[in-house]
Structure formats: C-alpha cells, structure tokens
C-alpha cells in the first residue's frame, strides 16, 4: 500500500541540538499527524493537525500542516536521550474516515 | 483507565498453521484498528469497525486473513495457512470517535512464520 514519503530516514545528532524532519506525498491529505514509536511498543500520538498552515506544538515538538496539504514538518528543540525513537507522520482525508496512511518512519538517535 | 492491550505479544508458528491475534481496546472507544507493520516499515492499514456498522476491510492483503469484533469490545484478527511472508507485527489500535486519526495502539503481536 500506499505510504508517505519521509526524510532523513535516520539520523544521529547531539544532545541538546534542535531536528527536524519532514513528510511529503503525492496527494492531499486533509489531517496529517505525528506519532512516535519506541522499540517493542506501539505508536504514540505526539501531534495532530487539522487545517493547511495550522503550527501546533506539544512541549519541545513543532509540528505544521504545509499549505499545499501535503506535506508536514515536526521540529524537536534541544533533543534529550528520551527523544531516541522512530517517529511517523501519518495522513488521513475526508471520505477515507477509517484509515491513516503512514510514513516510512525517520529513526533518530541522540549522542550524548 | 488501561490502554489498548494485545494478546500474545509474541507468537511463532510453522508455515501453514492458523494464528488468532487477540486486541482489547480502550473501554468507551467505538473505533477500533488494526495495522501490519513489516520490520523496518511504516505501518499498513489492515482493517476498521465502527459500531455495528459493516467493517471496511479494504486492507486485508488475502482472503487468508480474517478479523470479527463483537460489539465495541474484543477484537480478533486471525491468519489462515500462515506464510513466511506474513511474519511483522501486528498492531491494534481504537479511538474515541469513528474515523479519528487520534488512534491509541497496544503494544502489537510480533508473528513469526517459521
């Protein structure tokens, strides 16, 4: 099946630096979300946006609805070993209520 | 209250073998999901319910798989004649309003076919 393109597929960086990472398709979406999971665990919900343009942040998490609809960013500030994990955007249109259609995940792994 | 929880949370079965996967989903949550994920990959979207509606199983990959929920509670997903191809985690999640991407996952099944 269909998923979202997202990038850097992985990346190691310093305790403390800021990261971002984004998600692109091909096709608009109309709700895109981020999500984060740890190893052995499920998928956690970080942010939800639900209109083109809307910035929403959660704590040290940045997250925008690009204005075309499809794409999405999440920014982390001063990253913290707890931020090691594999984060997924996640994009859902209208008529399509029941499915979510997911990146190809962006593992970040922090150096102290 | 707890989470969406699975059963078992780890599995290996022979090539050919039928496999229950079992999901309880949080309580008061009429939505519920379940999605494959390969090792290394995102997440496929497998089948929804909603309710007492008819389930959209758009995602089932073959006529081997097969999921029934009873009202808004348990949920089971069940693989016949397993193939090798089949193994992943298998992930169960629900939400409070239908069709809400703010879906809440368990902890997945990891299937190994051996």
């Known amino acids: 099946g269909q998923q979202l393109n997202q990038s850097p597929q992985s990346m190691f960086i310093q305790e403390g630096e800021d990261v971002s990472m984004n998600c692109t398709s091909s096709s608009i979406f109309n709700t895109w979300l981020w999500y984060k999971q740890d190893p052995g665990e499920g998928p956690v919900l970080l942010i939800a946006?639900?209109?083109?343009?809307e910035l929403t942040s959660n704590g040290r998490l940045t997250a925008q609805f690009g204005t075309t609809r499809k794409d999405s960013f999440l920014n982390i500030s001063a990253s913290i070993p707890s931020d090691v994990g594999i984060y997924f955007c996640a994009g859902q249109r209208y008529g399509t209520a029941s499915k979510l259609t997911f990146g190809t995940g962006t593992r970040l792994q922090v150096m102290l | 209250g707890a989470g969406v929880s699975q059963s078992p949370s780890n599995k290996v079965t022979e090539k050919g073998k039928d496999v229950e996967l079992r999901c309880d989903p949080i309580s008061g949550h009429t939505a519920l999901y379940w999605y494959r994920q390969r090792l290394g990959q995102g997440l496929e979207f497998l089948i929804y319910f909603q309710g007492n509606s008819a389930p959209d199983k758009s995602g089932l990959p073959s006529d081997r798989f097969s999921a029934e929920r009873t009202g808004e509670s348990v949920s089971t997903l069940t693989i016949q004649r397993t193939q090798q191809e089949d193994s992943a985690v298998y992930l169960c999640a629900s939400s409070l309003a239908p069709g809400s991407g703010e879906q809440y996952f368990g902890p997945g099944t990891r299937l190994t076919v051996t």
């Open positions: 946006l639900y209109k083109a343009g």
